[in-house]
C-alpha cells in the first residue's frame, strides 16, 4: 500500500515505534511491517531519509553500539520528539475523522 498519501506518515510511524524505546533501521521498519500487518514495507529509500531529516530536525538522536560484532546505529525520540510525536497523533486523528466523514463512514479512527 503507498503510505505516501499523507505527507510525513513515514516520519510518524518511525517516531511512533520510537516512542517504545530506541531502534536500528531494520528493526524500525520490520515493527511497522508487523504492527501494519504486512501492509506497510518501509524501504530503505524512505526508511532512512525519514530518520536522517528527523535526526536533523531535532527529533531524533543517533548513537553508534555493537552488538554480536556489528555496529549499529540506533536512534530514539528526543524529548521534543516526544512532544512533537503527540502533534501528529492529533493531526492524525483529525484527518481521520475528517475523511472518514466524507466517506461517510460511521465511528472516529482515534
Known sequence: MEI????????MLVMEVLS????????????VLERS??????KEGS?????????????????????DGRR???????????KDLERRRAEWQALARGVN???GLSGSAS
Not at 77 to 82: D, E, H, Q, S
Open 4 to 11: 505516501r498519501l499523507v505527507s510525513g506518515t513515514v516520519e
Open 20 to 31: 517504545a524505546g530506541a531502534s536500528y533501521g531494520y528493526q524500525i521498519g520490520q515493527t
Open 37 to 42: 500487518q504486512s501492509l506497510f514495507e518501509l
Open 47 to 67: 526508511l532512512y531519509p525519514a530518520l536522517h531529516k528527523l535526526e536533523r530536525e531535532g527529533v531524533l538522536e543517533s548513537y553508534w553500539t555493537e552488538h
Open 72 to 82: 549499529r546505529k540506533y536512534y530514539r525520540l528526543t524529548a521534543n520528539g516526544l
Open 101 to 103: 466523514g466524507v466517506l
